[in-house]
């Protein structure tokens, strides 16, 4: 939901990053803290954000698609969910 809140604003997709590397920090303290994992640890830490990443920037790009296609139909069409081409 982030990642389409900041594709729903036109926010480049550096941001997608920085949220999905905030809350994989969100997520180890979770995990440390309901189910006693470890809170410092970098290798928990790169995969939960790596996984985060690649969830948030397909939500970006399937939402970027949705924009670019309906508001430019004239311009541009789907080729696939997540990309489209000049018509």
Do not use: K
Request: glycine share 4%; proline share 2%; charged share 15%.
């Amino acid at each position: 939901m982030a990642a389409r809140g900041l594709a729903l604003t036109w926010q480049p997709y550096h941001r997608v990053i920085y949220s999905a590397a905030l809350l994989g920090a969100a997520v180890r303290f979770f995990n440390y803290a309901l189910f006693e994992g470890t809170l410092l640890s970098l290798q928990f830490y790169l995969v939960d954000t790596l996984v985060l990443v690649l969830i948030a920037s397909l939500g970006y790009r399937v939402t970027r698609t949705n924009q670019m296609v309906t508001r430019y139909r004239w311009l541009y069409r789907r080729t696939s969910p997540i990309t489209w081409s000049q018509s």
